[in-house]
């Protein structure tokens, strides 16, 4: 479970994030929605620990994310950011071998090698695993950074807008790959989304954020509401019943 | 192009080639294929042989006295300090700037910019400015050595200490707060410098232009014991290092303490950094060169890989520019020169052709 208590993130005078309260309970997706500059990015770096709070304090597992040690912490929560660029020139299975670091402290061992091997093929990265990631496709590139954050086989998994510049196919494909993370492995994640209908179809729970408040917590049913979204985002969204479910329409 | 051929699910032969044990099991290895890892144990052979064979050069060829005769070992005694402080160089400079530029995930910039160098020349030229030429040449040896380390790395902790730690702390003010510093310092050393008198600032000039000539065997007993020791601290450091490249962020979410380890690291980079300033002099670009060099020659990110070609390449470049100009040009340019001419030609074309970095 991840408890967020009063926290809050001062940008400036008129950028304020929180008090934030709030538990996301084990197992399956939360997904996070809102307009921009809602927080939604802030909290989940908050929660993994990537960006302090002013205030407040978060504890995931139990574990305070300010006071517990960063090697604990990787044991058993990891985090993927929006923009991901690094200097090395890496493999594929290089990248996703880092994850396994916070158990093996950079030296691999055969069970480490399985589980990475697991991974590559769960994203369906296995003809790709010997390829530098600047030889990859951004869609390719984003399954290979989602791979190397399920490698690290934290219970808790945090995803900054992973379908960001990927089209509606790999998106599609992406969020199948995370509800079959979350399901399989039995993992909990909590994901950022920009679209409404993304969040719907494969989320298990939604937190609706607006002007740095929480604004709705609770199941897709509870929160596809045609007043509760048209208020949140500040424009008519109708609702209408689709076949998988709930459809915004705006 | 490369996008559209991975789309299209097009393999390239080498990717097929796939690093596998004997046994077939799949790993992640530090270089992509078995045929990569057999080009870097070569190309790192072939460095070392060329540094050694330089530096065998250096000692023994052109000895105006024939080698039965028994001024011939204080000859090569004489020149093994040379040797010495090029090992020195290399090391330092080769492991400072690679680490450096790993943890600050960046590869265009060098330690230099910290403000050894500028810090460097302000103590030698305010020596002679305040105090005068006598004070000056006999401002040498152990004592001024170790007073220049000290406080260039005195400066340095007082530099990461406030600018890492505080609640605003980031790497890269600390960065332009350094350079800031190197260029201020080197405007005071270029304003004294500008009030000496002509056979004064002479006296200076060949101190302030890198050179093994102004190392002194005198110091070695210290200085190599703290090399070493940094050298080999850094190299037990790979694996972190390794994990720090990929920036703070990537490094916390595996759980590695970036702010306490990025210290760590930036501690040991001015050790080294002072430590080859104090003994040979400024040497701008030769780190630069060196690390770019090595990537391109290592292709991996695995530092323990990384250092080694690293040093091979900087002790090669040093041995084998001193012995062709010394003993082939039979020019006595100061080697420092030329090295910082094609570090900084090297440095320009990279930037230009960031791609490749």
Redesign the interface.
């Given at each position: 479970m991840i408890q967020i208590r009063n926290a809050r993130k001062w940008y400036a005078e008129e950028v304020k994030i929180g008090p934030l309260n709030i538990e996301i309970p084990k197992a399956g997706m939360t997904a996070l929605i809102g307009p921009n500059g809602a927080g939604k990015s802030t909290t989940l770096l908050m929660i993994g620990r990537l960006l302090n709070m002013d205030e407040g304090q978060i504890l995931v597992a139990n574990m305070d994310v300010t006071t517990t040690k960063s090697r604990d912490l990787a044991k058993i929560l990891t985090i993927l950011r929006q923009e991901n660029h690094f200097v090395t020139r890496l493999t594929v299975r290089q990248l996703v071998g880092f994850g396994r670091f916070p158990h093996s402290q950079g030296r691999l061992t055969r069970e480490d090698e399985e589980i990475i091997s697991r991974y590559i093929d769960f994203l369906e990265l296995t003809d790709l695993e010997h390829r530098f990631l600047d030889e990859l496709s951004g869609g390719q590139r984003q399954r290979a950074y989602v791979a190397m954050v399920l490698c690290q086989e934290t219970e808790y998994v945090l995803l900054d807008e992973p379908l960001n510049n990927l089209d509606i196919a790999r998106a599609v494909q992406m969020m199948e790959h995370l509800r079959r993370a979350a399901y399989e492995f039995g993992r909990t994640i909590v994901v950022v989304l920009h679209d409404i209908n993304f969040a719907a179809k494969y989320a298990d729970r939604i937190c609706a954020m607006k002007h740095g408040q929480i604004a709705a917590f609770g199941t897709v049913q509870e929160i596809m509401k045609p007043e509760l979204l048209s208020d949140i985002f500040e424009t008519n969204i109708d609702i209408i019943e689709g076949p998988y479910g709930p459809i915004a329409v705006y | 192009m490369?996008?559209l051929?991975?789309?299209l699910?097009t393999?390239r032969s080498e990717?097929d080639a796939?690093?596998r044990t004997r046994s077939g099991?799949?790993?992640?290895g530090?270089f992509?294929?078995a045929k990569e890892a057999r080009r870097y144990w070569m190309l790192l052979a072939v460095l070392l042989a060329l540094g050694i064979v330089a530096s065998i050069g250096l000692l023994l060829y052109n000895n105006p006295v024939p080698v039965d005769s028994p001024s011939f070992i204080p000859v090569v005694k004489r020149r093994l300090t040379a040797v010495i402080s090029m090992l020195i160089a290399a090391l330092c400079h080769s492991f400072a700037t690679v680490t450096f530029?790993?943890v600050t995930?960046?590869?265009i910039i060098t330690p230099s910019l910290l403000g050894y160098e500028a810090l460097y020349s302000v103590i030698n030229t305010s020596t002679l400015y305040f105090f005068g030429a006598t004070a000056f040449v006999s401002f040498i040896g152990m004592g001024s050595f170790l007073l220049q380390m000290a406080l260039m790395i005195a400066v340095s902790l007082v530099l990461y200490g406030w600018l890492l730690t505080g609640k605003y702390g980031n790497l890269h003010l600390m960065l332009l707060i350094g350079i800031i510093i190197g260029a201020g310092l080197n405007s005071v050393s270029g304003f004294m410098r500008r009030l000496l008198a002509p056979s004064e600032f002479d006296l200076l000039q060949s101190r302030l232009i890198g050179s093994v000539t102004n190392a002194k065997a005198e110091y070695f007993p210290i200085a190599v014991p703290i090399v070493v020791a940094a050298v080999f601290l850094l190299f037990l450091f790979s694996?972190?290092l390794?994990?720090l490249?990929?920036?703070k962020?990537?490094a916390?979410?595996?759980?590695?303490?970036y702010r306490t380890n990025i210290i760590c690291a930036l501690v040991l980079v001015a050790v080294l950094m002072s430590v080859s300033t104090s003994l040979i002099g400024p040497l701008t670009f030769f780190g630069f060169l060196v690390a770019m060099l090595s990537y391109q020659a290592a292709?991996t990110?695995d530092h323990r890989y990384v250092f080694p070609m690293a040093f091979a390449i900087g002790y090669a470049i040093l041995t084998g520019a001193y012995f062709i100009l010394y003993h082939m040009l039979n020019s006595a340019t100061v080697v420092s020169v030329v090295i910082e001419l094609v570090g900084g030609i090297v440095f320009l074309t990279v930037l230009l052709r960031k791609r490749s970095?």
């Open positions: - | 490369s996008v051929d991975s789309e699910g393999d990717a796939a690093p099991r799949r790993y992640a530090a992509r294929s530029q790993s995930s960046n590869r694996r972190k390794n994990v490249s990929l920036g962020d990537t916390t979410t595996f759980g590695v303490n292709q990110h970095l």
